[in-house]
């Protein structure tokens, strides 16, 4: 089993540019987690998917911020214009179904740098 | 909402055993995870408690008091590569974290 897989792995841009974090969960899973992790504020929920389907995005910070999953094994998290406030590590996390026991698995993160 | 309150960093030697608290206020709860990470790398699944007590799991073990809202991660025979984060995360219909203790382990 391959995890979850996530690109780039490293994302250095300047303010203002596009900037697209992609992700392949684990085959079979059904939810999807995209998560944002600073020294300030930890590991937090952007947005979640379940069967493709956006079910809480309260935790996106503001309009720049959008994500899709158009098909059940690729998500894209898209930040536009990006901001040098946007540095952080994003996380990719996939689980198997809603029961409370269903761990999550996170992909290796991708360290976006905004200059 | 909900709030996780952890220690931010913790100190332990080697062969030792460490405890790390969590508490939390939510406005649902089901279920209490621990989850490990190492610098520059993701996080990964230690442990999931959803009624009280202890689940034991080799070296680790995960404590549950779900009237206490607290929580508690042990970690016996401590070894040098158990330096690292540890997370408290509370589930609702989402996994909320908390900030994270970061645990050394001295020689």
């Known amino acids: 089993d391959a995890g979850v897989i996530q690109s780039p792995r490293h994302e250095v841009t300047e303010m203002g540019q596009e900037v697209t974090l992609r992700c392949k969960p684990i085959?079979?899973?059904?939810?999807l987690f995209w998560y944002r992790q600073t020294m300030m504020r930890g590991l937090e929920l952007l947005i979640y998917?379940?069967?493709?389907?956006?079910?809480?995005d309260s935790g996106m910070p503001e309009d720049r911020f959008s994500a899709k999953m158009p098909n059940a094994s690729f998500s894209t998290l898209k930040i536009q214009p990006s901001e040098p406030r946007d540095s952080a590590v994003y996380f990719c996390?996939?689980?198997?179904?809603?029961?409370?026991?269903?761990?999550?698995?996170f992909g290796p993160g991708t360290r976006l740098t905004v200059l | 909402g909900q709030n996780i309150d952890q220690p931010t960093e913790m100190t332990a030697t080697e062969g030792a055993i460490v405890q790390i608290n969590c508490t939390y206020q939510?406005?649902?709860?089901?279920?209490l995870f621990w989850y490990q990470q190492h610098a520059g790398e993701a996080p990964t699944f230690l442990s999931y408690?959803?009624?009280?007590g202890l689940e034991e799991k080799g070296r680790f073990s995960s404590f549950l008091s779900r009237s206490k809202g607290y929580s508690y991660l042990l970690l016996k025979e401590l070894q040098m590569k158990d330096s690292a984060s540890y997370l408290c995360?509370?589930?609702?219909?989402?996994?909320?974290f908390g900030t994270g203790t970061r645990l050394t382990i001295i020689p």
């Open positions: 996390a996939s689980r198997s179904g809603l029961a409370g026991t269903d761990t999550q698995y």
């Open positions: 085959s079979g899973h059904n939810s």
């Open positions: 998917f379940n069967n493709n389907v956006p079910i809480d």
């Open positions: 939510t406005s649902g709860f089901n279920g």
């Open positions: 408690n959803v009624l009280d």
């Open positions: 995360a509370v589930r609702d219909e989402k996994l909320t």
